[in-house]
Structures are given as structure tokens and as C-alpha cells.
């Protein structure tokens, strides 16, 4: 497999990343963030992260390679088409 790594990060560059981390929107951004996070700050390589975040080593290499391109914004998921979402603001507010 293929070692992929994300360079040391800086001050607010590990700000944002805890940040996504503990206050996701979304729960797959937490899982991300925790990838980098692991691969930056621990050296780990893409198929211990995969263990720990049970994902695939692909899928790991796939962000982190996000990651190293995009920043941050590259962690959060890309909008897509189809049909709009029936489940309104106000019921989602009701369900939490």
C-alpha cells in the first residue's frame, strides 16, 4: 500500500480540525478530521487509521488525499443532485 501522509500541521490548521472533530454537521466529517488528525499528529499510515475508524485503507488514502489538496473544506461532502430532502428544519428540530 501505497504511504500517503499529511504534512505537520499548523496552529490553525490543528484548530480547525478539532473543531470539525468535535462539532461535526455531519458525522462523516468527525471521521475524516479523526483520519487526518491521526495521520499528522501520530505518522500513522493509512492502513492503521483504516483499523481504527473502520473504513478501507482505499477510503483513507482517498481523504487524506483530499486533505492535502483541498484543506479542511475538502473534508466536507461535495453537494449533490437528485431530489430535494422532504424532511423539513422545523421536524428535524422536533427529532432532536
Known amino acids: 500500500m501505497k504511504k500517503l501522509s499529511v504534512s505537520p500541521l499548523t496552529e490553525q490548521q490543528?484548530?480547525?480540525?478539532?473543531?470539525?472533530?468535535?462539532?461535526?454537521k455531519e458525522?462523516?466529517?468527525?471521521?475524516?478530521?479523526?483520519?487526518?488528525?491521526?495521520?499528522?499528529e501520530k505518522g500513522m499510515i493509512a492502513d492503521?487509521?483504516?483499523?481504527?475508524?473502520?473504513?478501507?485503507?482505499?477510503?483513507?488514502?482517498?481523504?487524506?488525499?483530499?486533505?492535502?489538496?483541498?484543506?479542511?473544506?475538502?473534508?466536507?461532502d461535495a453537494p449533490r443532485s437528485g431530489h430535494p430532502s422532504s424532511v423539513t428544519d422545523t421536524f428535524r428540530q422536533r427529532l432532536q
Open 14 to 24: 490543528k484548530t480547525e480540525l478539532e473543531q470539525l472533530y468535535r462539532t461535526p
Open 27 to 40: 458525522p462523516r466529517e468527525r471521521t475524516r478530521a479523526q483520519m487526518v488528525l491521526l495521520s499528522a
Open 48 to 76: 492503521d487509521i483504516a483499523e481504527i475508524v473502520r473504513e478501507s485503507s482505499v477510503t483513507v488514502l482517498r481523504w487524506l488525499h483530499r486533505y492535502n489538496s483541498e484543506g479542511v473544506e475538502g473534508l466536507k
